[in-house]
C-alpha cells in the first residue's frame, strides 16, 4: 500500500495537509468546465480541486475540458456559445457550469446577451430542468430568517423546468421530502 501526503492550500492561504491511499484508477471521466463570468471561475477552480482530491480518495480519475460560454465567449469569439463548446460538452461524462451573465452585457442585443449561451445549452445537450436543493442545517436553523420552528427540518428540492418560450423559465415545481 502505497500512502501519499496531499497539502492543500485555501482560498484564504491557509493549508491543509492530507493524507491518501493511492489506489489505481477504478474509474475514469471527463468533464467539461465552464467557468463562465463573475464569480464562476473561482467556484469551478475549487470545484474541480475537491473533484481531485475525493477521487483520488476513491480511485477515480478526471480529465477535464475548460470551454468558454456566456460573457467570456462573447469576448474572446464574439458569440454567447461557440460551437466548440457544444460539441466538448457533448462528448463529455458531465458538465460543470459556474456562473453566466454580468453588467458588461447586458446592453447587448438578445442574440449577444451572456445568458443567451446558457439558454443555447440547454436544448443542445437535451436538458431542461434545473435541480436547487435546500437543506437547512442544524448549525444554521437559528441563523434563517423563519422561525426556528417553521426552518428546522426543511429538506426540499425545487425543479425549475423551461415550460415556455426560449428564456421562459415557468413556474418552480416544489418536491418535499418527508
Same mark, same amino acid.
Given at each position: 500500500?502505497?500512502?501519499?501526503?496531499?497539502?492543500?492550500?485555501?482560498?484564504?492561504?491557509?493549508?491543509?495537509?492530507?493524507?491518501?491511499? @493511492?489506489?489505481?484508477?477504478?474509474?475514469?471521466?471527463?468533464?467539461? @468546465?465552464?467557468?463562465?463570468?463573475?464569480?464562476?471561475? *473561482?467556484?469551478?477552480?475549487?470545484?474541480?480541486?475537491?473533484?481531485?482530491?475525493?477521487?483520488?480518495?476513491?480511485?477515480?480519475?478526471?480529465?477535464?475540458?475548460?470551454? @468558454?460560454?456566456?460573457?467570456?465567449?462573447?469576448?474572446?469569439?464574439?458569440?454567447?456559445?461557440?460551437? *466548440?463548446?457544444?460539441?466538448?460538452?457533448?462528448?463529455?461524462?458531465?458538465?460543470?457550469?459556474?456562473?453566466?451573465?454580468?453588467?458588461?452585457?447586458?446592453?447587448?442585443?438578445?442574440?449577444?446577451?451572456?445568458?443567451?449561451? @446558457?439558454?443555447?445549452?440547454?436544448?443542445?445537450?437535451?436538458?431542461?430542468?434545473?435541480?436547487?436543493?435546500?437543506?437547512?442545517?442544524?448549525?444554521?436553523?437559528?441563523?434563517?430568517?423563519?422561525?426556528?420552528?417553521?426552518?428546522?427540518?426543511?429538506?426540499?428540492?425545487?425543479?425549475?423546468?423551461?415550460?415556455?418560450?426560449?428564456?421562459?423559465?415557468?413556474?418552480?415545481?416544489?418536491?418535499?421530502?418527508?
Amino acid at each position: 500500500m502505497k500512502i501519499q501526503t496531499v497539502l492543500l492550500k485555501f482560498h484564504n492561504n491557509s493549508m491543509r495537509t492530507f493524507h491518501r491511499t @493511492l489506489s489505481s484508477s477504478l474509474a475514469s471521466y471527463t468533464i467539461t @468546465l465552464l467557468p463562465g463570468d463573475g464569480i464562476g471561475p *473561482e467556484v469551478i477552480s475549487f470545484t474541480k480541486d475537491v473533484l481531485v482530491l475525493t477521487g483520488s480518495f476513491e480511485g477515480i480519475t478526471y480529465e477535464f475540458r475548460e470551454m @468558454l460560454l456566456g460573457g467570456t465567449a462573447l469576448d474572446a469569439t464574439g458569440v454567447p456559445m461557440p460551437d *466548440e463548446t457544444l460539441a466538448v460538452s457533448k462528448q463529455s461524462d458531465a458538465v460543470l457550469l459556474g456562473a453566466i451573465g454580468g453588467y458588461k452585457w447586458d446592453k447587448n442585443e438578445k442574440h449577444l446577451k451572456s445568458e443567451t449561451g @446558457l439558454l443555447q445549452l440547454r436544448p443542445g445537450l437535451q436538458v431542461f430542468a434545473n435541480l436547487r436543493p435546500a437543506t437547512v442545517f442544524p448549525q444554521l436553523v437559528d441563523a434563517s430568517t423563519l422561525k426556528k420552528e417553521v426552518a428546522e427540518g426543511v429538506d426540499l428540492m425545487v425543479v425549475r423546468e423551461p415550460t415556455g418560450g426560449q428564456s421562459s423559465f415557468g413556474s418552480p415545481l416544489i418536491i418535499l421530502n418527508f
